[in-house]
């Protein structure tokens, strides 16, 4: 063995093994940067929403210009509702209820008040809330009402108040924090409520609030006004159904569901990310080819000798290993550092994403772990075969 080490350190060539290790690093540390900042933003784009499960759709009738300055109502009539819950893609359909009457809500934040303003509630059917009853629960009377907020209000207050008046941020789990008091007048009746906020909403631009809510405070408030929903929600059996598209163009329904938006942009991502990842792979399968053009010349200046030592009795597995260790170690060092790169470039960008969306789960750095060490053993592997097949080419030829 310490005969073969001192052949090796004797024609070894430190600028091809030193191309070979920056090359490798370069390749190995773009493949795992692309797979983990993947595997971190994915969630961005298909995270549903916490109360929505989803094949549910949400769809509304087409505003078009003739609609708007003719002033006809865009509401659902019984006959438009019955229609679509006839047709074989709808497993179960809901309508919005809005409130009728008028309300103030104010908005704020550990004690703060931050903004005030006028808003509107609506609610859906309980069965389309993915949330225990428990939570959801409403008795008449009750001045405390659980609430669902759309995102984008805690994305206004995130990127908006928290930046500029150096607040904290909010997420799902910190929901507590929101202090929301809904002021509300009707029917000779003025009344003070508040929300306790249960979760968040990406598919929805209004505050919702349990059926049971709805229906006592609109018979209390405005028992006279009684309109026509404008938005329907409906669970499909298949959302790739086609026909479901092609009913609704024909009605001159549209669809309000973003997961369409989002399912393209995961698709760009993903595109994006595996282009990035094969540059790494064909830096990476350069640098295999470099190490293995620099292992083969050491052993070929160094053929006659080996020839030598194996004719004293060594053997083929022992004369080849300590190139193998050589190659295994170069590969672990390369492992480590861009394991070490991906863990300090990934605090970097995880602190810009999480000012966005606070709401995103915490990751792990495991996927790339775990991605580095079946490269790493992959190209060992090769390595190993590649340098023992070529130490059994001597053997075979002393013979």
Known sequence: MNLVWKLLRHHISIPQLLGFFFANLVGMLIVLLGYQFYRDVLPVFTADDSFMKSDFMIVSKRISASTTFSGRDNGFTNADIDELSHQPFVKKLGTFTRAEYRLDAQLGVGGKSLVSTELFLESVPDGFIDVPLTDWDYQPGSREVPVILPRSYVNMYNFGFAQTRSLPKISEGVMGMIDLRIHVRGNGHEDDY???????????????????????????????????????????VNPADENIGKFLERKG????????????????????????????????VLSFYILMLSIYLLVQKNASKLESLMLLGYTPGRVARPYQLLTAGLNAAVLILALAGVWLLRARYMRLITAFYPQLPDGKIWPAFVLGLLLFALVTLLNVLIIRRKMLRIWHRKE
């Open 253 to 284: 329904y549209d669809m309000e569901d973003d997961r369409l938006n989002a399912e393209k942009t995961t698709r760009f991502l993903r595109l994006l990310v595996t282009i990035v990842m094969i540059i790494g792979l064909v830096i990476a």
């Open 194 to 236: 508040k929300g306790r906020v249960i979760g968040f909403s990406s598919r929805l631009n209004s505050i919702l609030v349990p059926q049971a809510f709805m229906q006592w405070s609109n018979e209390t408030y405005a028992p006279d006004e009684h309109s026509a929903p404008t938005r329907l929600l409906m669970e499909v």
